[in-house]
């Protein structure tokens, strides 16, 4: 039986949104700790990406 092509479209959209979210919270991560190369702006980043994922619903965990 042939795979049909729009479940795995689905499946690919489904891995790339959950990456999207795991590199956002990284992001977040990486800016509340500090660990950023532009350390006085790590807090300001910091409270956009937090901003952006309340938007989205998606903070603190999903």
């Not at 479940?7 to 700790?33: A, C, D, P, R, T």
């Amino acid at each position: 039986m042939k795979f049909p092509v729009f479940l795995l479209s689905l499946f690919i959209e489904y891995v790339q949104n959950e990456l999207s979210i795991f590199l956002e919270k990284v992001n977040l991560y990486v800016h509340l700790n500090g660990w950023s190369q532009h350390q006085g702006a790590a807090p300001h980043c910091a409270l956009i990406a937090r901003k952006q994922l309340n938007d989205k619903g998606m903070f603190p965990n999903r």
